[in-house]
Nanobody
């Protein structure tokens, strides 16, 4: 089974940093775009950052200049470096990937289990 496993969440004070990691199992054929989303209680899930297979990136306006998404295709992994964290960044963060497990399989959406990020004033 293909799984996305997240790590790196925690609690920090405003202005601090965290680095989130998400890695897929190695038993897959191909992995496409990878992204980080977040969701706070009572709010819609929102896209935080996305990276394509060639490494181009896209960020939500609220995190531009503070967060950096990167990927390691050899490890089927995606990372989110979060600097200058604000209380408004508090949420559960989920990684996402579009994966083809076998050559003739359909592309399938996979989600990580979620990791809590809490930023205090």
């Amino acid at each position: 089974q293909v799984q996305l496993v997240e790590s790196g969440g925690g609690s920090v004070q405003a202005g601090g940093s965290l680095r989130l990691s998400c890695a897929a199992s190695r038993t897959l054929f191909s992995i496409n775009d990878m992204a980080w989303y977040r969701q706070a209680p009572g709010k819609q899930r929102e896209l935080v950052a996305r990276t394509t297979i060639i490494g181009s990136t896209n960020y939500a306006d609220s995190v531009k200049g503070r967060f950096t998404i990167s990927r390691d295709n050899a490890k089927n992994a995606v990372y989110l470096q979060m600097n200058s964290l604000k209380p408004e960044d508090t949420a559960v963060y989920y990684c996402h990937a579009e994966i083809k497990k076998y050559r003739y399989s359909s592309w399938t959406d996979y989600w990580g289990q979620g990791t809590q990020v809490t930023v205090s004033s």
